[in-house]
Structure formats: C-alpha cells, structure tokens
C-alpha cells in the first residue's frame, strides 16, 4: 500500500541515517580527542575509574618531589658522614704518631686541632633546605613515601622516617688529647670510640638513602603502570578508529542515497493519475 502521508521508507532510512551520523560523530570525537571515553556520558563506571587513578598519579607526581627532596637531605648527610670518618681516621694516625716520646707533640696538637674544627664546620654545613641530620638540631626528617588506598577506597600517608645520627653529641672531640704521649695512649681508646661511631652514622644514613633511592624507583615504575592503565582503559585505538571512520562515511553517502531514493516514492504515485 502506498500512501502520500506516510513515507515509512523515508522513516526507516532517516533513522538510519541518523544513527550512522552518530557513530559517525562519536568516531571523529575520539580520533580528535585520542579517547574512547572523554566523560561520563561515554562509560559512567570506566569514566569514574580512570579519574580516580588519574588523582593517584597527580598524588604520585607530589611523592616523587618529596622523595627527591628526602634523597637530596640524605646525600648530604651521607656525604658529610663519610668525610667525617676518613678525617676521624687522619687524626688516628695523629693521635698513633703522639704516643711517642721524641715528637713534636705541640706541632702535632696544631694538626689535630684543625682536624676537629674541619669535623665542626663539616658536621654544621651539611645541611639541604634547613635539615640536617648531622647535628642536634637538625632531628629526624620524614619523607612522604606512598599513598596506599585500600579495598574500600580509603587512602592513608605512608612515610620513611630518616633518623639524625647527631654527630654533634655523639663525637665528644674532646677526649682527644695529644699534648703528651701519655695522653695520646689515652685517647687511642676514645678515638676508636669516634671513629666506630662516625662509622655507624654513615652505615645508618647510607641504608636510609638506599631505601629513599629504591622507593623512588618503585613510585617511577607505580606511575608508569598506571598510567598505562588508565591509556588502556579510555584511550582509543587510532587505527580501528581510523577504519571504522572510512567505513562510517561511506555508510553515510549510502544512506543519504537510500533516503533521497525513498523520497523519490512519493512522486510515483502521480503516475497513478496520468
């Protein structure tokens, strides 16, 4: 049956049409855009997955910095540390050369003295940003190292907590006396004390700087993963988007054909009349 009110060839054709041209628009959108999922409208449940891992890796970026800024303070300390004890190890050999009975024990006090001044200027320069972990001041430091979100969602701080070795108390640098050689036997034992502590100090600040250092590895690698994730997750494949945009747009010089084709049935029933 035809009628001239109702074209439902035109009908079936437009809706056709319609819905090539929206597949059509979401395709240009994703290849302008290089996602597959630019807002909720698109995927609600995968949108609000990728934006919450999206403010994890924003979060991430933050810990790196701080992670950098810890390994900076640390390096530091570790630097000055590891001076300390080849110094310490310089005045042994000062304190040793004391106990004798035919040397210049004042010449050698000169030495050693500035030996100690060279410790106390090292153990109040080797500071980053204002901490130092060196002297009594300085104190422990902590470095925001993770942030852990657990199955419900909730998010807690982690942090690695870099304890100051305090040189500044822990090496009395006056037990050592070189004035004669019976004071240097003396101080050999309280050198070897320094020394072992100076030794611990650096032993202890070198396995912190490991930790910082391994972490901030891991924190690189976590935000890579993720990001990758997230890629996998909203990106959209340019070649597949590619094809199917051919693909959409010949379908679409079909489809206008097909509706102009149907609107062209209105005109045969005229020839009804002739």
Do not use: Y
Not at 44 to 57: F, L
Not at 70 to 83: E, F, K, L, N, R
Not at 89 to 115: C, F, P, S, W, Y
Not at 144 to 171: E, H, K, P
């Amino acid at each position: 049956m035809s009628s001239i009110l109702t074209n439902n060839s035109a009908m079936v054709a437009l809706q056709t049409l319609r819905n090539i041209n929206s597949n059509l628009s979401q395709t240009q959108s994703e290849i302008s855009t290089g996602k597959t999922i630019s807002s909720a409208r698109d995927n609600s449940a995968v949108w609000a997955i990728s934006k919450i891992m999206e403010s994890d890796v924003s979060g991430f970026k933050a810990i790196s910095d701080s992670l950098n800024l810890g390994q900076s303070t640390v390096a530091v300390a570790s630097a000055g540390a590891s001076q300390i004890t080849e110094l310490l190890g310089q005045m042994k050999e000062k304190v040793v050369a004391a106990t004798g009975e035919n040397v210049d024990h004042a010449k050698i006090t000169a030495d050693v003295t500035e030996l100690k001044n060279q410790i106390t200027s090292i153990i109040g320069a080797a500071q980053f940003n204002g901490a130092n972990l060196l002297n009594t001041a300085g104190g422990n430091i902590t470095v925001l190292s993770s942030l852990d979100r657990d199955a419900s969602g909730a998010v807690t701080a982690s942090n690695i907590t870099v304890a100051s070795v305090d040189f500044q108390t822990g090496l009395d640098l006056t037990t050592i006396d070189v004035s004669s050689s019976t004071n240097a036997d003396t101080s050999l034992g309280a050198m070897e004390t320094l020394i072992q502590t100076a030794v611990d100090g650096a032993a202890a600040l070198g396995a912190s700087q490991s930790r910082i250092d391994n972490q901030s590895k891991f924190v690189s690698r976590l935000t890579d993963a993720m990001k990758s994730g997230i890629g996998s997750l909203v990106d959209a494949d340019m070649e597949e988007a590619s094809a199917r945009l051919q693909a959409l747009q010949v379908q679409q010089q079909l489809g206008v054909k097909s509706l102009s084709i149907a609107n062209q049935g209105a005109q045969s029933i005229l020839s009804l009349f002739r």
